[in-house]
């Protein structure tokens, strides 16, 4: 089962560049998507969403863009930060269902001072 | 900020034995769900539950699992007659509605060892 997937595992960044990680679906009815960053030994920290009514939404140095056509999102981090350092779950949802969470894997993001 | 707790953070318990593992949620939060992560794969979605009620439940959740919210504040998830595949972080998360623009809040996990 691969409706979310997340074909890095892992990316290195420098530190004040933009990270960028992204995340494909297979589900056309996922309309709700968000992107979580897990440190270790913690629950997913949920950062931010989109609805499939849009194609952007931005909230500080983190922007998520949707392109429903290609069935892909990504989540760009601009500045990137050491304590950005995590790693980051994209997640999807039908909100026409019961709005379980379907996890990509991950994407182990270190950026480097 | 409120947050999601889980106890314990690790459990170790032997196979066969039944597990309960407790999470409280977000105070005025109403639907609840679990989720496990076993070592090294994705978070996978056990069960939702809404108004004392399951509303969904996966593949994985089969009659070895149950879920209750014995009170006002605390959701628990049973595991009777543990495997060693059940070993696993499991995840409680609650949402205050359902919906865009509603996300789910997850705790920090409870780390299950089946010996």
């Known amino acids: 089962d691969q409706q979310v997937k997340q074909n890095s595992p892992s990316l290195s960044v420098q530190e004040g560049r933009i990270s960028i990680l992204n995340c494909d679906y297979t589900?056309?009815?996922?309309?709700?998507f968000l992107w979580y960053k897990k440190y270790p030994a913690e629950g997913p920290t949920f950062l931010i969403s989109?609805?499939?009514?849009?194609d952007k939404n931005e909230d500080g140095r983190f922007t998520v863009f949707l392109n429903k056509s290609a069935k892909h999102l990504s989540l760009h981090i601009v500045p990137s930060q050491p304590g950005d350092s995590a790693v980051y779950f994209c997640a999807a949802s039908s909100t026409s269902g019961t709005y379980k969470y379907i996890f990509g894997t991950g994407t182990r993001l270190k950026v480097l001072a | 900020e409120p947050e999601v707790t889980q106890t314990p953070s690790h459990q170790v318990t032997q196979m066969g034995q039944e597990v309960i593992l407790r999470c409280v949620p977000i105070s005025n939060h109403l639907y609840f769900y679990w989720y496990r992560q076993i070592l090294g794969q994705k978070v996978e979605f056990l069960v939702s539950f809404y108004n004392n009620e399951i509303s969904e439940k996966s593949e994985i959740f089969d009659d070895q699992f149950s879920v209750e919210r014995p009170d006002g504040s605390n959701f628990t998830l049973k595991i009777r007659s543990t495997k060693l595949e059940d070993s696993a972080m499991y995840f409680c998360?609650?949402?205050?509605?359902?919906?865009?623009?509603?996300?789910?809040?997850f705790g920090d996990g409870t780390r299950l060892s089946i010996l």
């Open positions: 998360a609650s949402s205050k509605l359902q919906g865009a623009g509603q996300p789910q809040h």
């Open positions: 989109i609805s499939s009514i849009k």
């Open positions: 589900n056309s009815m996922f309309d709700y």
